[in-house]
C-alpha cells in the first residue's frame, strides 16, 4: 500500500506540512482469491497532531491482483500548526466488503524527514547502526544504498553519507551526479555528516573522488596508518566528555585539520590527529568523519553512540520539539539535577525549593507522552529532595533507550532537562 498527499491548497510540495490541509490517497493492491465489489475504506488517525475532516475512500470494485487509487474520493487531512517538523503520524486504514474487513497500517512524516542514511558501503552495518540509533532516539528518517531515488534531497533536513572503510568502500566520483546532487543539497542550506577512511584525503587525489574539504571546513592531511584504536571529544564543543574504543573494519583513517569555519570534535586518543571536524558555514552545516561511527564502543556516561548522534542532530538545529528542552526560573528558587546522566539502571533526580509551592515532576518520551509521573510523591518544600528512576513506566515496564525530558513545574515556575537512557 503506499500513500500520495495533493496539497494544491497549500505550498503544493506533495508534502503534509505544519498547519497545512490536504487531500490524501491511498493505492490498495487485492492480494486476496476473490474481487471486491464494493470496497469502502476508513482512514483513522489518534495522533494529537492530526485531524481528518473526511476519512471516507470508496474503491468499489476491485479485481483480484488489480490496484486502485481513492482519486475519486481522497480523505482531507489537516495537521496542527505545532506539530514539530520530522513528526510521524501513524495512520490506520480499515478496508471493508460485506463481511471482509482489514486493517491497514502506514505512518505519514508531517513537513520533512529528519534525516536520511544514504549508505552505499559494501560493508552496510556501520550505516544501518546509524540509522537505527537515530530511529531509536525518536527521530523520522530512512535509509537507502541508492541516493538519486531519494529525490528530492530537501525533503530531509539532514543527510548522513556512509561510503566505508577500504578496501570495502565507496568512491563518490567528482562528476557523479550523486556529487552535484549532495552539493547542491549543502549550497541550498542543507546539513550532512560524511564518513569514511579514504574520502578526505585517497580518493580525491587518486580515485578522482569529489573534495568535499571545502564544503566541509576540512584540510585532509595525509593517508593515515593503523594507528586508530580510540576516538576522543574536543573540550568547549559538542563531544566534550566523549571517549570510545574504535572496532571498525581496519585503523587505516585520513588525518584531517580544520580550516575555514571548521573546527575539530573528535580526534584520535593516543596520537591527538583530527579525526573529526564540524563546520558551520553560515549557509549550511556539516560533521565530517575519517573513521566509521558505527564502528565506535559504547562506553560510560556520554561516550555513546546515541549521545554523539543526538549531539550531531541539534548542532545542527534538529531537534525533537514535541518537549523543548526549557529552563524559565529563578535558580535561588527551583534547581533541578539528575545524576548520572546518561543512565543505565538507575538515575537520581534531584530538586530543590524554597518556597511554598505545588511540585509537579514528570517524565515524558520524545514524542510528549507522559511515560512516569513522581508528582504524588514529592514533598512541598524543603532542602534538596530526590526521587530514584530506574527507566520504567507507570506500569513497572522497562522503557527503551532513547532520550526523554524531566519536567519540574511549580506554581510560578517550570523546569525542562534531558536525559538519556542507555542500554
Known sequence: MANTIIDLGGNNNGRIDPGETVDMTVTIKNIGGVDFTNLNTTLVCTDPYITITDNSGYFGYLAVDSTKENTDDPYVVSADISTPNGHLAEF??????????????????????????????????????????????????????TLLT???????????????????????????????????YLNNGGNMYLEGGDVWYYDPLYMQGYNFGPLFGIQAVNDG??????VSGIATT??????????????????????????????NTYITDTVGVANDAGTHKTVGASFELGGL???????????????IMHFFGINLTAVEEITELDVEKVTLSIAPNPFSGFT?????????????????DVTG????????????????SSVTWNGTDGQGRGLPAGIYFVRLNTDNHKETQKIILVE
Not at 100 to 108: G, K, P
Not at 241 to 247: I, N, P, V
Not at 372 to 382: C, I, N, P, T
Open 297 to 311: 564502543v559504547d562506553g560510560t556516561g556520554v561516550s555513546t553512540k546515541a549521545a554523539l548522534l543526538d549531539s
Open 150 to 184: 531519494e529525490e528530492p534531497l530537501d525533503q530531509h533536513q539532514a543527510i548522513f553519507v556512509c561510503v566505508g572503510i577500504f578496501a570495502s568502500n565507496y568512491t563518490i566520483t567528482a562528476t557523479s551526479s550523486e556529487a552535484n546532487a549532495l552539493a547542491d
Open 369 to 384: 507522552r507522559l511515560v512516569r509521573d513522581f508528582s504524588a510523591q514529592l514533598s512541598a518544600v524543603g532542602d534538596q
Open 92 to 145: 490506520q486504514l480499515i478496508a471493508a466488503d460485506g463481511a471482509f474487513a482489514d486493517t491497514l497500517i502506514f505512518n505519514v512524516v508531517v513537513g520533512s524527514y529528519h534525516y536520511l542514511v544514504w549508505n552505499p558501503d559494501p560493508t552496510p552495518t556501520p550505516g544501518q547502526t546509524i540509522h537505527s540509533t537515530l530511529s531509536s532516539l525518536g527521530y523520522s528518517g530512512n535509509i537507502s544504498n
Open 225 to 230: 596508518s593503523a594507528d586508530l584504536s580510540s
Open 238 to 267: 559538542f563531544t566534550e566528555g566523549m571517549t570510545m574504543t574504535y572496532s571498525g573494519e581496519n585503523s587505516y583513517i585520513d588525518h584531517l585539520r580544520s580550516t575555514g569555519t571548521g573546527f575539530s570534535i573528535l580526534k
Open 348 to 364: 537520581d533526580i534531584g530538586y530543590q525549593i524554597t518556597d511554598n509551592n505545588k511540585v509537579e515532576l514528570r517524565i515524558f
